[in-house]
């Protein structure tokens, strides 16, 4: 059965902290994916990745980076977590393109 | 910039009244639609791709519809685990990895 894992489901940071957000597939998927999913504006893509160590920015990768080190994780940092970034985060995977992803269960992050 | 809306915003319905939801987009050359159930608390889960208009998929009580212009989810006798958040997402012509998404339709079945 296809799984999606992140780390937390819920956190609480302060503002200015670094913030890091693990997803692990255990599906040798090629693509992996970040997204926020806020109220009222669907989910954002903010960084993906289509190949270990390679990474592409999103439509809203401000605030954010990634890293791959390997081909089931792909990480999200925060690198100086604000208020504006309370949001649900959601993680990917997909074998080829954007077919058929796989999400995991979500992030609630608020940054206070 | 591409754009997708879903409509309505929440829809109520009785066990066993069938009704759709609706996506339109302002996308050309669509390369696909895809439709996603999000329930409380988790991840979106896979329905559908859509490739080409007049293009139909069905699964159970779903089916799904494309136009040149929308995309329509009917649901038919709808049952209480029916309920959920229903998204759309497209993919534009120029990208092999990214979706535009609609804010979703959240359906809530009463027994």
């Known amino acids: 059965d296809v799984k999606v894992t992140q780390s937390s489901r819920y956190l609480v940071k302060r503002t200015g902290e670094k913030v890091f957000l693990e997803c692990v597939q255990d599906m040798d998927h090629e693509n992996m994916f970040w997204y926020r999913q806020d109220p009222g504006l669907g989910l954002r893509l903010i960084y993906f990745?289509?190949?270990?160590?390679?990474?592409e920015k999103g439509d809203i990768p401000e605030g954010y980076s990634v890293s791959r080190e390997k081909k089931e994780r792909f990480s999200l940092i925060l690198e100086s977590a604000s208020t504006n970034q309370t949001s649900m985060y959601l993680c990917?995977?997909?074998?080829?393109?954007?077919?058929?992803?796989?999400f995991g269960p979500g992030t609630r992050l608020l940054v206070l | 910039e591409d754009q997708v809306t879903q409509s309505p915003e929440a829809l109520r319905l009785q066990e066993g009244e069938s009704s759709s939801l609706n996506c339109s987009y302002t996308v050309s050359g669509l390369r696909g639609l895809f439709w996603y159930r999000q329930d409380p608390g988790k991840g979106p889960e896979f329905l559908f791709t859509?490739?080409?208009a007049g293009e139909e998929k069905e699964k159970e009580r779903l089916k799904a519809t494309l136009t040149k212009k929308e995309s329509f989810l009917h649901i038919t006798a709808p049952k209480p685990e029916d309920s959920a958040t229903y998204l759309c997402?497209?993919?534009?012509?120029?990208?092999?990895?990214?979706?535009?998404f609609g804010a979703g339709t959240t359906v809530t079945v009463r027994a």
């Open positions: 990917a995977s997909s074998l080829s393109g954007i077919e058929t992803q796989y």
């Open positions: 997402a497209v993919q534009p012509p120029r990208s092999d990895y990214k979706l535009s």
């Open positions: 990745s289509y190949d270990v160590k390679m990474k």
């Open positions: 859509l490739y080409s």
